[in-house]
């Protein structure tokens, strides 16, 4: 890894990550400029996860970038952070592999409003036919657009819907989206930020056009009732 400077008077060619550090202060030791340098656990399987092989990937992280022992290039720095981000191609936002609490989930007043008490117990194996990954958001979204919406949703369109639902859930609750900077930083770039959760990768778009499939999806009277048909006993959804 190398450490190189730029100039905030124009563009830069990098990307720039945004994350949570944690509160896991244990360290990994990592390379820069053929020097030892100690960086947190966690933005070190970051770090390892984003490379390239072969070919340079540049990308400002905060925790290199600049120097955590200097109190006052810290204050200089975190100054300049908004033209530092709004230079970038666009934002990393990397969210944290974690299991979502039932009380943290965000939709969690939608799945008790409507007697869902096992929406959060693992998704069994080939559920009700469907083949991908339960966080795989985009392939889930492509599935479900090729469903036409009838009054009368067969099991995969509700299987595929309820997946997508608990996927948004799982994004959504991150604690990434608790702090005000964190998606500050993302919306500065000109492109739209690129998310990573779960092992998958998707754009912001992406995410914005799963949430208004969802909301467009919910507005059917039939809603409900086709939903929770897919959690009966028939289709019981049991934990481990």
């Given amino acids: ?34 020097r030892a340098f100690l960086v947190r656990r966690n933005l070190f399987k970051i770090l390892k996860q984003l490379r390239y092989e072969g070919a ?12 955590q022992s200097d109190l006052k290039e810290k204050t200089h720095q975190i100054r300049l952070m908004k033209k530092i981000y709004s230079k970038a191609k666009y934002t990393i936002i990397w969210l944290q592999d974690l299991k ?25 194996k080939g559920f009700e036919g469907t083949t991908m990954n339960e966080y795989d958001l985009c392939t889930i979204l492509d599935e479900l657009k090729k469903h036409p919406i009838v009054s009368l949703w067969d099991k995969k369109h509700m299987a595929l819907h309820m997946m997508l639902f608990r996927c948004i859930d799982h ?32 754009s912001f778009d992406g995410l914005q056009d ?31």
């Fill in 56 to 67: 340079v990937r540049r990308i400002w992280v905060d925790a290199i970038c600049i120097n």
């Fill in 171 to 202: 994004v959504i609750s991150n604690e990434w989206w608790e702090r005000v900077w964190t998606i500050q930083e993302s919306y500065l770039p000109s492109k739209a930020p690129i998310i990573f959760f779960q092992g998958q990768c998707f």
């Fill in 210 to 240: 799963a949430i208004n499939v969802v909301g467009e999806n919910r507005s059917s009277p039939e809603f409900h009732d086709a939903l929770s048909h897919c959690v009966s006993p028939s289709n019981e959804i049991s934990g481990e």
């Fill in 100 to 124: 979502v609490p039932r009380t943290s989930s965000k939709l969690r007043p939608i799945y008790e409003s409507i007697g869902m008490e096992d929406f959060y117990a693992p998704l069994p």
């Fill in 1 to 34: 890894m190398s450490a190189y400077c730029i100039q905030l008077i124009r563009g830069w060619d990098s990307e720039a990550l945004s994350y949570v550090w944690g509160e896991d202060t244990s360290q990994e030791t990592i390379q820069v400029d053929k």
